[in-house]
């Protein structure tokens, strides 16, 4: 009985290690067709990312102000911040330099604002170096469709409002809703996300206006911050399409 057991179980035996290594050679093959693939396509995914962020900088800077390359020109703010209050200081802040024969011309900072109605809305916001707002974007949120998304070019103008606006001092009661006795629309039905982006883009004018020498003098920071910029473009590619 004991041998016809063991012949039973060596019968079976014999299928299941031959299933488990097909199985393990062909996971194998998997994994390595996956590294190629990737390896194959990750400078041409890189490529359409900086198109994508060279895109969303041309619709804030008008490509004529400027003669650098924009997309390879940029600041790890988080440098300035060591020695100064943060823009935010939950998330990592990267800002593009437009110049014109190495002269800066106007910035595109990089800024979240943590309170809107569904929780973060990313946001670039370029800045003059006259201190004005050049243009602003929303990178990505998940406000209430209808309502608080109204914040997306695409979806309102409500965003190009800022173009030109100036931030007078930290006092300036003009930045805010007009239900809070501001210049900024609200939406119907929805004040809580215009308010939440009124606050960031002030927020940033203000950091602007403190940091302005520091962060023209840091070096570049392209080079050192690959992970950081590659972050930025993924969120810019969601509502530039």
């Known amino acids: 009985m004991t ?15 031959k299933n488990s290594l097909i199985l393990a050679i062909f996971a194998i093959a998997c994994t390595a067709m996956v590294g190629i693939v990737n390896e194959l396509t990750k400078n041409k995914i890189k490529e359409q990312a900086q198109l994508q962020l060279l895109n969303t900088l041309h619709s804030i800077i008008e490509p004529n102000r400027y003669n ?8 790890d703010l988080n440098v300035v911040s060591a020695n100064s209050a943060a823009i935010n200081e939950n998330v990592s802040q990267l800002a593009y330099v437009a110049r014109i024969d190495s002269k800066p011309v106007a910035i ?30 929303v990178l990505s949120h998940s406000e209430t469709p209808g309502l608080g998304d109204k914040v997306e070019f695409r ?10 606006q100036k931030l007078l001092s930290e006092q300036d009661t003009r930045w805010a809703v007009t239900k809070d006795g501001g210049i900024f629309d ?3 039905g929805a004040t809580i996300t215009p308010r939440a982006v009124v606050k960031a883009i002030k927020k940033t004018l203000l ?5 302005k020498s ?8 392209c080079s050192i911050s690959n992970e950081k910029i590659s972050n930025t473009i993924k969120s810019e590619a969601k509502n530039e399409q």
């Open 3 to 17: 041998d016809t057991t063991s012949e039973k179980k060596s019968v079976f035996s014999l299928p299941i290690k």
């Open 68 to 75: 650098n390359k924009i997309t390879q020109d940029c600041i």
């Open 108 to 137: 595109a900072i990089t800024n979240t604002a943590p309170d809107g109605y569904s929780g973060n809305i990313d946001l670039i916001i370029a800045i003059n170096i006259d201190e004005s707002i050049s243009g602003v974007r």
């Open 155 to 164: 979806k309102s103008d409500w965003i190009t409002s800022f173009t030109g």
């Open 186 to 188: 609200q939406f119907t």
């Open 207 to 211: 950091y602007f206006k403190k940091n």
């Open 214 to 221: 520091t962060i023209f003098s840091l070096p570049n920071a």
